[in-house]
């Protein structure tokens, strides 16, 4: 199962990630996406563990919790395609004057 954190320290690396999440079980893999232009990461991650009920833990305990200087924000991962906005990627922005 896989979790979504937001909201991390540009300074945060992939074995920052697996040092804290391995307190709470089996990391599997640690993406933490970098940005193309300034090769700093993008400020979240995706840390794939071993069993869902390691995943719940996590989510209570460290959603909310600052680390690094920042409150992090700690989900479930939804699968690639799935938002919360509008399906057309546009989401609901309207522009009122141009």
């Given at each position: 199962?896989?979790?979504?954190?937001?909201?991390?320290?540009?300074?945060?690396?992939?074995?920052?990630?697996?040092?804290?999440?391995?307190?709470?079980?089996?990391?599997?893999?640690?993406?933490?996406?970098?940005?193309?232009?300034?090769?700093?990461?993008?400020?979240?991650?995706?840390?794939?563990?071993?069993?869902?009920?390691?995943?719940?833990?996590?989510?209570?305990?460290?959603?909310g919790a600052?680390?690094?200087?920042?409150?992090?924000?700690?989900?479930?991962?939804?699968?690639?395609?799935?938002?919360?906005?509008?399906?057309?990627?546009?989401?609901?922005?309207?522009?009122?004057?141009?």
């Open positions: 199962m896989t979790v979504y954190v937001g909201n991390l320290s540009y300074d945060v690396t992939r074995e920052d990630l697996e040092r804290v999440f391995a307190d709470y079980g089996e990391v599997g893999r640690v993406s933490l996406p970098m940005d193309r232009e300034s090769g700093r990461p993008r400020g979240f991650a995706f840390v794939e563990m071993a069993a869902e009920k390691e995943e719940d833990q996590i989510i209570e305990t460290l959603d600052e680390w690094m200087g920042r409150e992090m924000r700690v989900n479930k991962a939804r699968p690639r395609g799935e938002s919360s906005g509008s399906s057309n990627g546009g989401g609901n922005y309207r522009r009122s004057s141009f």
